[in-house]
């Protein structure tokens, strides 16, 4: 379906500057530039360049973006920026662009949630119906099982990590292993290479509610290294990758049967994580579940995403925000968009 609104998105929650072009459920431009690289020598993102390094890309990502779908601002019905959850110096650069244009355009804008917007990028697949899904959201900030109704006005939590995220697990373990930043794609690369089965390490909270737990995981395997130096590094990485995710997709299916959906949705950069998107494609076939889960390159943080959240709720007639909204640095998942 080639029709619906035309919408602009733009995200700066992190070290992404990224903006993308939907119309309706079709993607038409995605464009990314991310300041990874400046931040690698100090293990982490560091706020002020990441806000420093939007800046100065905003103009080229946005003008290559509308080259890339062959429109102009003109043309737009709406724009949505990340209002929250993020770095508030990173998400003050996004929301001041986008109102900016906003209000030079004579536009509406929308204030959208990072996390609901992770789960969106299922929408883009135009082919599919939308319908009410598990979300298992795993990205550097956040660990949640979702239960979604709609995407822009009906999500509840069922669960969230009660200490480290997925993707900051794997960053941390990472380090440990003397990996680069970021640790998550580095981790993926070496347990190629290693044996998963290698080392039994702990499944966190594995019988008890829809909460994760990674810290005594994070223990374990540091423990590990400490008292076994002589070992496999590709194995560690293996085996605390699989108990990893074998815990989330644990989780997230019986999250599934237990309140009778039968669709998951995986997002946020963790799922672009290859093991557990070939593990979620058998254990999903195996209980009889739709498997939804983007393509990796929209996994982690982009501007499609955005867009696409934003389209859905212009197409709900969800009234936009504010002018002047303001940025949060923390925002429930349960607030999709800006009042
Ligand atoms: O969603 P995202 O891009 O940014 C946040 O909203 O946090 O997620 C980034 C996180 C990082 O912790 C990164 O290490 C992890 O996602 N990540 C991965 C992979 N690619 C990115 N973790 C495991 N395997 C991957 N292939
Ligand atoms: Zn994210």
Known sequence: MNNGPLILGIETSCDETAVGIVRGRTLLANVISSSVEEHARFGGVVPEIASRAHLEAMPSVINEALRTAKISLRDLDAIGVTAGPGLIGALLVGTSAAQGLALALDKPIYGVNHLSSHLAVDALDETRPLKPAIGLLVSGGHSSIIQVINLVDKVSVLGATIDDAAGEAFDKIARLLELDFP??????RLAILGDRN??????GLAS??????????KTAVSRYLQNT????RADVAAS???AVVDVLLTKALRACTETG?????????VAAN???RSEAIRRCAEAKVELRIPPAALCTDNGAMVAAITSLAVSAGMTSSRPGFAALSTAPVERPIWA
């Open 274 to 276: 290859s093991r557990l």
């Open 183 to 188: 640790g998550g794609p580095a981790i993926d």
């Open 208 to 217: 008890s509610d829809f909460n994760f737990s990674f810290s005594g995981l």
């Open 240 to 242: 605390f990758q699989e």
């Open 229 to 232: 130096p002589k070992t496999v």
């Open 198 to 203: 290698a080392i039994d390490f702990p499944r």
């Open 261 to 269: 959906v039968e669709a998951l949705i995986i997002a946020g950069g």
